[in-house]
């Protein structure tokens, strides 16, 4: 059982490129959400979705689009890099019914 | 507005002893709150939850007692093990919501 597996590991992007970082579970959980951890600022949210075709804005969505086509993927695009927007990110996801979030291992982004 | 805070950004506790990491929270729709544990380069693990009907609540060397009326949590974890150097963060969450909200990390250390 993989779990939650994100994909790049790591990714060095130029300001104004674009790109999408991958999530994918197989636990069929009806919640995905993507955070992002900085320095000082623990984990924050950027979007969520609570099924297929369903997503909604977290704490800090400006800068990212996301969208769920199916129940496995939920793929968060960067259309245009920002320094800013270096970090780490992490994709989670849950059950309906148990409120425990499991997450994948992490995506380092640096936009130079 | 910092909604779920861990004032104490490290931790330093001698092996065997106990170590207490705290949290507060400042929304009392909040009845839901998570303890993960994350060591570098990897995603944070679900380490203990408690729901806002209790008060305490054990997992073999942990517990988390939760205090209400303070909007306080806290996670105790005891004995401490050199293993469980890590940064530890508390999170909580509205039942419904789907939003969880973390605070910005604890850094225990435990010395052997």
């Known amino acids: 059982n993989a779990g939650v597996t994100q994909t790049p590991k790591f990714q060095v992007l130029k300001t104004g490129q674009s790109m999408t970082l991958q999530c994918a579970q197989d636990m069929n959980h009806e919640y995905m959400s993507w955070y992002r951890q900085d320095p000082g600022m623990g984990l924050r949210l950027i979007h969520y979705s609570v099924g297929a075709g369903i997503t909604d804005q977290g704490e800090v969505p400006n800068g990212y689009n996301v969208s769920r086509s199916t129940t496995e993927d939920f793929p968060l695009r960067l259309l245009s890099a920002a320094p800013s927007q270096t970090s780490v990110y992490f994709c989670?996801?849950?059950?309906?019914?148990?409120?425990?979030?499991?997450f994948g291992s992490g995506t380092q982004l640096s936009v130079l | 507005d910092q909604q779920v805070k861990q004032n104490s950004p490290s931790l330093s506790v001698q092996e065997g002893r106990i170590s207490i990491l705290n949290c507060d929270y400042t929304?009392?729709?909040?009845?839901?709150f998570l303890w993960y544990k994350k060591y570098p380069a990897e995603g944070p693990t679900f380490l203990i939850s408690i729901s806002s009907i209790k008060d305490k609540n054990e997992d073999g060397r942990f517990t988390v007692f939760l205090n209400k009326s303070a909007k306080h949590l806290s996670l105790h974890i005891v004995p401490s093990q050199p293993g469980d150097s890590a940064v530890y963060f508390c999170?909580?969450?509205?039942?419904?919501?789907?939003?969880?909200?973390f605070g910005t990390g604890t850094r225990l250390k435990v010395l052997a």
């Open positions: 929304n009392s729709m909040f009845d839901y």
């Open positions: 989670a996801s849950r059950g309906q019914k148990n409120e425990k979030l499991f």
């Open positions: 999170a909580a969450t509205a039942s419904g919501t789907y939003k969880y909200i």
